[in-house]
């Protein structure tokens, strides 16, 4: 399965990836609009593990338009 | 500083402990992992406390808050709750916009932050 990390703390960010992998494939973005592009492209990630307060992704205003999303399951984190 | 072989708590200053079982515990006993993170961490600190410093002297609070916001994670992930708490009041102080309240938090951080960073450069067999 495909999950999508988008996590702008470069010590988190490497973490999540060595947990998930290698049972998943992971897509993973530093970025808020990087996260958003990578949503857009064909066959996208199903699952998005998104940190709730990076930059370009500030949770709620960018929640409604991540939910919208079709097929995709969001878990957010505020820490 | 000491280091409790019975506990594996790392001290550093007499209050300030510093579990390193219970960091590598979080990084699912992935020992390589722990090392990474370390370093990581090792490159990333300074540009959160350069960011603090900006944000003080530009008078800017935005910039205390994230990056302290960030230093706080990161803290917390490691275990070091004390030094911890110190990023949560500069994060607090930075949203409330009352950057002269920062001046002495910040320099307490400075303060223990410097005996992590030394802790974990030894343990990373880092040159300081």
């Given at each position: 399965?495909?999950?999508l ?8 960010r490497r973490t ?7 049972a ?5 973005a ?7 592009a990578?949503?857009?492209?064909p ?23 991540y ?6 399951l ?6 | ?13 007499p ?5 390193r ?21 090792l490159?990333?600190?300074p540009k ?8 003080l002297a530009?008078l800017k609070?935005d910039l205390l ?5 960030s ?7 490691l275990?070091?709750?004390?030094i911890?708490?110190?990023?949560r009041?500069?994060?607090e102080?930075?949203?409330r916009r ?22 974990i450069r030894n ?6």
């Amino acid at each position: 399965m495909k999950i999508l990390i988008a996590e702008d703390d470069a010590l988190f960010r490497r973490t999540l990836e060595e947990l998930l992998l290698p049972a998943y494939e992971l897509q993973v973005a530093a970025h808020g609009d990087e996260a958003w592009a990578l949503l857009q492209r064909p066959d996208p990630p199903k699952l998005a593990i998104l940190d709730g307060v990076m930059p370009g992704l500030a949770v709620p205003n960018s929640a409604a338009k991540y939910a919208a999303l079709p097929r995709l399951l969001l878990l957010t984190l505020f820490c | 500083m000491t280091i409790d072989d019975t506990s594996k708590a790392v001290h550093l200053a007499p209050s300030i402990p510093w579990s390193r079982a219970n960091a590598l515990q979080r990084m699912d006993g992935d020992e390589k992992l722990l090392l990474e993170i370390l370093q990581i961490f090792l490159q990333e600190y300074p540009k959160q406390i350069a960011q603090m410093d900006r944000g003080l002297a530009e008078l800017k609070p935005d910039l205390l808050e994230q990056a302290a916001h960030s230093l706080k994670g990161e803290l917390g992930f490691l275990g070091v709750p004390e030094i911890e708490h110190l990023a949560r009041q500069l994060e607090e102080i930075g949203r409330r916009r009352q950057l002269t309240a920062a001046v002495d938090v910040l320099a307490s951080l400075k303060e223990q932050l410097s005996g992590f960073v030394e802790i974990i450069r030894n343990d990373v067999g880092a040159e300081p």
